[in-house]
């Protein structure tokens, strides 16, 4: 050890109560070109894990994940999490997961931090303007296939560490990684290894962060909640196989009449749910809840222009959040079995499966919803007095996912964004769902803050995704700052 | 000319006035092994139209057809009818349309035989028992794509002028050819063809006959009817690309939902129109037309487990038959820009276009029944009061055929099936369209006649499609009886 080194750490101790935000912005603004240059490296990996031809490049992302905590000195893992069937019955192995940990000082908290590095498909045929595997910078915003989603943010958690370790500052927490490669197609594996490591990695982790999502304007948030998802198939099946509708049109009571009959009691024309049970098992929405949407800043018509429709379904601010954050909703998604091409074809198809989902929100309980839905369904069909056969069955039902916004890990967030941002955060849900926040609280038992530094307009899964320079490199700072403001929560 | 020749044409010149059914079928009979070997040669042909890539297969059954009827000693031609653009944009030509004539005497009526020799696709591992282009006898069925559907007709067609030629015994009238390659793709080329030679192939034609279609049962049928179709496309149109139904759920009133709430309004769960003035545009059924239908053999129980339901649409034979051949009725084929693969997807999608049809019967009118259609839909649209566009569309508006029973080319049908079968044929109709039929009617003005001699089981369009030795040898001596008798008709 010299000298220098050792003053050095003297002197900034006192950040283990005090954190020194100067210190950490002029280190962070100064390296913002090799953070620029790590995103690209990373982007370059074409780690689409819905493609089974591209899984050498996810296991690829992979390896530089694990690599790059490794030179930092972490006890870093490649977990192997089993295999996956493909569609087409072949079996090959998942992408091995990457578990990393820096510090195991039991005085200190533990915090694990969840991400993922694989991606959405993306061609530049698909109508981007850049080529979607070379990060671009446009005007400061950098475009690139999983530039938001979620490889920055990931980057963003690993330089933060980074720069305790430059800064030659003690951690405040031990810090856990824990970064997937599946997650874009449904997180194969991680449920069973998460359950596997109940008792192991995840036994001395007192928070688990995800940032895996953004925020909803040009203000930061904070994300307390998700919606679940309930997804159904319903089935009418008639005829044993399918039929000229010349021939036989007008002699057999068609399958697809009794699918859009009993499809078209789910909802009416203004959005309300017909499904008994369902409206009622809703939590109401409390006052103190509605003055928090008041305050939140978003631009109903920007939302509505960016959508392209000429009116949304509700007409003030806090109808359209409530709607989309903290009450159900059913979308149907298509009909398979029936013609679908382009061009005309008269067929009476002889079995037809709709595809439909209703988004869980508290106190909806997914199991109750399912036998709702089977049971009205049924009653509907029943109702039509038809020969064929319907068959209901929910193939997906993911819990919602609610934080309390009191929580001192919430107060550690929103400390942290006052302190990098200068402002407070908007306290929002994501509508959609991230199954994984679910699966760590209910196996884990640990509590989960979601600290988003992703653009409201940062276009995941669309075409020309990006992360703002802006955003990926204040978002470092703010989570170096957000591992000294949980660090202050008192053990109990 | 040498005197046994000559003593022969003496000898049979009476058959003008009486027809000699026995020398006929002992012609027939002894030839029934050269026949099913034609009908092998046919088949063996992979003719389908819908296929691009088998384009020469079908060329190549054009020629083979040509060919055939010009060793008659038949005048023929292969009319170039143009060209095809395929979805992707290539330009093919069009198969060539075999016409061919054999006499020309004005002294005779002059009838035309419509045929075609193209087929649908068919591979054996869609489920045929045998090779589908390798014509199989199975207890003296005659397995084969095309076999019933509609090159067996056509052969028996041919072999039908040719015994007469055998025999010695003149034509007692003219008959020409009109054989096209593009049926089951939906006679591209056949309408122009027909109009420009409305003055010329078509001007000395008495009556036209059409042999594309089969019987209700084993007794032999004369089909005196088609229905038509009117072929909609409903476009509902929201947002301006899909959205993921978790993040925007709920807040926009989703284009799938008026679809489906629109579609519902077009038909009751038990099969009754709710389109205003369509049920009412119906000619009504006269007691003659039901007592007629009374007659008609025809096995409920038998169509019912064919198609493979519990109940059929209606429970006496007089209304499923009235429902097939002589009422409207509305199919949903299916909708186009939905979520259509298996599995799941939590898609809203943006803009969903119904398929539907209503297959068409006297005294509907297809322009009538576009705007019946489209300003119901606006209507039932309007209603929703939705921010989507909704966009109706009639892409086919196919009339319906019906011919008058008591005319004397159905007597002549009538008096042909009691010679050659021994019994009176079903009157009967087709549920499903046959569009060539009126064109035929209303471009050249002549009176058509359908004489199917397909058995009620022979599979069209399905696998395993047969012809029974016994439906095609005799149904040769049928044409051959049919011919004598429309030779009776007096001119007038």
Known sequence: MNYLLFSSILLLTPSLHAFNLDAFSKHIDSHQEEYVEALREWVAVESDSSDALKRPEVEKMMEITAEKLRKMGGKVDLVDIGNQELPNGKIIPLPKVVTAQFGN??????????????????????????????????????????????????????????AYQALNIELPVNVKYIIEGMEETGSNGLDAMVSQRKDTFFSDIDYIIISDCGWLSRRPALTYGTRGNCYFFAEVEGPKQDLHSGVYGGTVIEPMTDLIGILDTLINPSGRILIPGINEAVAPLTDEERNMYENIQFDMENYRKKIGVDRLMYSTKEDVLAHRWRYPTVSIHGIEGAFSASGSKTVIPAKVIAKFSIRQVPDMDPSVVEKQVTDYLNAMFAKRNSPNKLRVQMIIGAKPWVADINDPLYEAGKKAVKKVFGEDPDMIREGGTIPVAKTFEDVTGKRIIMLPIGGFDDGLHSQNEKMSRYNYIEGTKYFAAYLHEVAQIPKV
Chains 1, 2 share one sequence.
């Not at 915090?111 to 993306?122: F, L, S």
């Not at 070379?134 to 530039?147: E, K, P, Q, S, Y």
């Open 105 to 162: 000082d039991p005085k200190k908290r533990t915090v694990c931090v969840y991400g993922h590095v694989d991606v959405q498909p993306a061609k530049q045929e698909d109508g981007w303007a850049t080529e979607p595997y070379n990060l671009t910078d446009i005007n400061g915003n950098l475009h690139g296939r999983g530039a938001s989603d979620n490889k920055a943010p990931v980057l963003a958690w690993i330089h933060a560490v980074e």
